[in-house]
């Protein structure tokens, strides 16, 4: 299993991205996709994540109500949009996957992850 992330870059703080996370080869019917974060000098966070047979979610309270998480089945794909962006944002961006599990953000059971991408929040 592959995933890419995509859609990192420099954003004013109040400004918004997008992030996606393409997923290729060894799908299985049910699978979580979580989004997790890391910033220089801190632990790995898990943010958001959600389960592809019924779209359940999950939020950490940091982004509650300024990010929000969708799939595309037909096109293998999660997004991760992101709104209200502040300076403590700013971290490398990953998406993994934990096949056959509901959706969770306990980051050492996702067995598949992505490269990341840089989001910088600054003026």
């Known amino acids: 299993v592959q995933l890419v992330e995509s859609g990192g870059g420099l954003v004013q703080p109040g400004g918004s991205l997008r992030l996606s996370c393409a997923t290729e080869?060894?799908?299985?019917?049910?699978?979580?996709i979580g989004w997790f974060r890391q910033a220089p000098g801190k632990e790995r966070e898990g943010i958001s994540c959600?389960?592809?047979?019924?779209?359940?979610?999950l939020y950490a309270d940091s982004v509650k109500g300024r990010f929000t998480i969708s799939a595309d089945n037909a096109k293998n794909t999660v997004y991760l949009q992101m709104t209200s962006l502040k300076p403590e944002d700013t971290a490398v961006y990953y998406c993994?996957?934990?096949?056959?599990?509901?959706?969770?953000?306990?980051?050492?059971?996702?067995?598949?992850w992505g490269q990341g991408t840089q989001v910088t929040v600054s003026s």
């Open positions: 959600i389960t592809n047979r019924d779209g359940t979610t």
């Open positions: 993994a996957t934990d096949p056959w599990s509901n959706c969770h953000l306990e980051d050492n059971e996702y067995d598949y």
């Open positions: 080869g060894g799908i299985v019917d049910y699978y979580a």
